[in-house]
């Protein structure tokens, strides 16, 4: 069973991917496959879980026989109450209990990890921020979609962490770069000026405006709109969760620009 995986969450951003991972997992079992899923969840069988895994895959099967497991095991026995109660019920209460079991992995990742309280307090509210298995079962809310473009949420330029969500590293190159000169306007020290400035704009984007680090592809980063520079998410308090909803992003320094000329 894959429930282990080789490589173990560390980070915040590590321990939320693998979170969304498994809940995506649960989802697909408990609405879009339900019906392999409720055949698998044979009564006639002996005590089964539901698995979410990292990969976005589920399985029903066995809990693992060593003790204490690796990782915390979920409900067991959910297949014995299917047959005992109306389906729609029965999917709720596995829901309930699969939201449990994805909090009590997640946490038990931090505990092990040593995750101090601004940590923990701040991967709750990522998690927070997305609906529960319950009530996409239920039909409270609908499921997220995941943005086309990783790069930008809502017109915001945000990079999201994971091999699955990082479509590219952080260089402003690319989107940064002046619009095309026609023909017969350009001379010689426009094009200096312009590989120049480039030049800066690509060093800008490697170092964090407010540590001034450099990136690491296992940190969350969000672009400022107005100044164009790069940052941790953490050293501007912005989580993923929260770059999803916000349209337009400026960094504290434009913003205190911005309250200084209305004085």
Not at 94 to 102: F, K, P, Q, R, Y
Not at 111 to 120: E, H, L, Y
Not at 127 to 133: A, G, K, Q, S
Not at 196 to 217: I, M, P, W
Request: charged share 30%; net charge negative.
């Amino acid at each position: 069973m894959d429930t282990i995986q080789s490589l173990i969450p560390r980070s915040v951003e590590e321990v939320f991917s693998d979170f969304k991972g498994r809940k995506a997992a649960l989802i697909k079992a408990l609405t879009t496959d339900v019906e392999q899923f409720y055949q698998e969840c044979d009564p006639e069988k002996e005590n089964l879980c539901l698995y979410g895994l990292p990969s976005e895959k589920w399985e029903v099967n066995l809990p693992v026989e060593e003790v204490p497991p690796e990782l915390p095991e979920p409900a067991l026995g959910i297949n014995f109450a299917r047959d005992g109660m109306p389906e729609k019920d029965w999917l709720s209460l596995v829901a309930v209990h699969s939201d449990t079991w994805l909090l009590s992995v997640a946490f038990y990742f931090g505990a092990r990890f040593g995750f101090d309280k601004s940590d923990r307090k701040r991967l709750f509210q990522m998690i927070n921020e997305l609906p529960t298995v319950y009530e996409v079962v239920t039909g409270k809310v609908e499921q997220p979609k995941e943005p086309k473009d990783a790069t930008r949420i809502n017109g915001n330029k945000s990079k999201l962490t994971g091999s699955a969500s990082r479509i590219s590293e952080p260089t402003k190159a690319a989107k940064m770069t002046p619009p095309p000169i026609e023909e017969g306007e350009s001379d010689g020290d426009e094009d200096e000026d312009e590989a120049e400035a480039e030049g800066e704009e690509d060093e800008q984007a490697t170092t964090c405006g407010a540590c001034g680090d450099d990136y690491a592809s296992d940190e969350f980063w969000i672009g400022c709109d107005v100044c164009e520079r790069w940052f941790h998410g953490k050293c501007v308090k912005i989580t993923p969760a929260k770059a999803e909803h916000i349209k337009q992003y400026k960094c504290p320094s434009c913003n205190n620009k911005r309250a200084r000329v209305g004085m």
